[in-house]
């Protein structure tokens, strides 16, 4: 139970470097893999987390090393928040940015398939708003993974 088979630095260094993949594979996957989780996404989502355990652990089952490897993810989420928080660049390579995605009742329509919407998607957006399409001034799909709609003053 307490007996590592690793040195308790490489878990930190396996901790690190499989945190820091993971941000990047889901920051490439886009916006709405953050945002809204379909069932798909949860299941892929647990199957990464089982994908990655032996990345962690290193083949190790004792206690002590599951522990330094679940305190070096903490600290790096914790680092990861202060560093977003004092670094607008860094929050923004971390967290995504808003895209515009309509203007004036009209959705780009490359810029919706970019960013993996569909028509639904669009129209739920409209409804939830309570915005007709012509009354659209703009939209924008936040980097949290929510469509944002602004209405033309009336």
């Known amino acids: 139970m307490f007996d590592m088979d690793l040195p308790w630095w490489?878990?930190?260094v396996r901790g690190l470097a499989v945190y820091l993949l993971l941000l990047v594979m889901v920051r490439l996957s886009g916006h709405r893999t953050v945002g809204q989780f379909t069932p798909f996404d949860l299941l892929v989502?647990?199957?990464l987390s089982e994908a990655v355990s032996n990345s962690l652990n290193g083949g190790?089952?004792?206690l002590v090393g599951g522990l330094i490897a679940a305190a070096t993810l903490v600290a790096i989420n914790s680092l990861v928040a202060l560093a977003s928080s004092r670094?607008?660049?860094?929050e923004k390579f971390v967290d995504g940015s808003a895209v515009?995605?309509?203007r004036?009742?009209?959705f780009f329509e490359?810029?919706?398939?970019?960013c993996r919407l569909s028509e639904s998607d669009l129209e739920e957006a409209l409804r939830e708003h309570d915005c007709p399409r012509p009354e659209m001034?703009?939209?924008f799909l936040e980097a949290d993974g929510k469509i944002s709609i602004l209405r033309n003053p009336q």
């Open 60 to 62: 190790d089952h004792s």
């Open 137 to 139: 001034k703009c939209a």
């Open 10 to 12: 490489e878990f930190i």
């Open 87 to 90: 670094s607008a660049r860094f």
């Open 100 to 102: 515009l995605i309509g």
């Open 104 to 106: 004036d009742g009209v």
């Open 110 to 114: 490359k810029t919706v398939r970019r």
């Open 45 to 47: 989502v647990m199957l």
